[in-house]
């Protein structure tokens, strides 16, 4: 299902940030000459009222569903290759770009119609603390893992334990096709399973990536999958919702080290104390 709306230039991360927190699988930009975007969003259609319900508390006039999944690939065309330190994420149909080392860990991911192609700001800063976190023998969560991109980038980083899950059922089919072609398909558990579901204190470093409501409503358990002295990395948030998620994560405990910043957006890493 997909949901097309036009919004002004400067509100593009604001419904972007708004949707995502609804649990949305995509959403394409397209700019318009006069100015405006038109936004194309893809959600599963269990959550399209609430999307549509959100949207029109302010600009309900543009709002329209469309056909199942129409235009959600158009972005294949302008895809392209994305370096975050020594991870460098290559969509399958494109070529490994000259001046890549064996330093660097290449990862070859197709989003299909999940979130993750490493062209958000967000994954990007996610794969930055992937880079910096997990280290050999370390044990992951990615939570709402969408392509898979941050749990294989970890299994590739030497992560020997990985769970992603996700609701959205194209999450979750991407991610077993992006684990095989990436040869670490018997390193990360995919599922479903809701945070609650999984053991308690076991991840040195839980990603997740997913906007500030479903964050905050989820904080105690992030919290308690955690180990003690583990990281929480928290993102898909804009600077205005910074404080509010922090504070429901510092009710159960769990410490701030870090606010990250990039454009709009803005990623949380804390820490679950001893
Ligand atoms: C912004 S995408 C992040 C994808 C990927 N981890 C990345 O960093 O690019 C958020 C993902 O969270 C999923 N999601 C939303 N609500 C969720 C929930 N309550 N539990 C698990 N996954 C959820 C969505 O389906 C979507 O795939």
Do not use: Y
């Not at 259609?45 to 949207?55: C, F, G, H, N, P």
């Not at 992006?178 to 990360?188: F, P, R, S, W």
């Not at 358990?221 to 510092?250: H, N, R, W």
Request: proline share 4%; aromatic share 4%.
């Amino acid at each position: 299902m997909s949901i097309v709306v036009v919004v002004d230039s400067v509100d593009v991360d604001l419904v972007s940030g708004l949707v995502w927190d609804l649990g949305v699988s995509g959403i394409e930009e397209r700019a318009l000459p006069d100015g405006a975007v038109e936004l194309r969003i893809g959600c599963e259609r269990t959550i399209a009222q609430q999307v549509l319900e959100v949207l029109a508390e302010r600009w309900a006039p543009n709002a329209e569903p469309v056909a199942a999944d129409e235009g959600l690939d158009a972005w294949r065309d302008h895809a392209q290759v994305w370096r975050i330190g020594s991870i460098v994420i290559v969509p399958p149909w494109l070529e490994t770009p000259i001046g890549v080392d064996e330093n660097d860990l290449v990862i070859v991911i197709d989003p299909g119609h999940a979130f993750g192609s490493a062209s958000h700001e967000t994954t990007r800063m996610c794969l930055e603390a992937v880079v910096d976190l997990v280290t050999p023998g370390c044990a992951v969560a990615d939570i709402g893992c969408g392509s898979g991109v941050l749990a294989i980038a970890a299994a590739r980083r030497g992560a020997t334990m990985v769970v992603a899950t996700d609701i959205a059922a194209d999450a979750i089919v991407a991610t077993l096709d992006n684990a095989l072609t990436n040869d670490v398909a018997d390193l990360v558990e995919v599922s479903t399973a809701t945070i609650d579901e999984l053991d308690p204190t076991t991840f040195d470093v839980v990603f997740a990536n997913i906007g500030a409501a479903t964050l905050a409503s989820m904080a105690a358990a992030l919290v308690q999958v955690t180990k003690p002295e583990g990281v929480l990395v928290l993102s898909g948030l804009l600077g205005e919702q910074v404080e509010t998620v922090i504070s429901s994560f510092e009710q159960t405990g769990a410490l701030r080290t870090e606010i990250r910043a990039d454009g709009e957006w803005r990623t949380v890493l804390m820490k679950r104390p001893r």
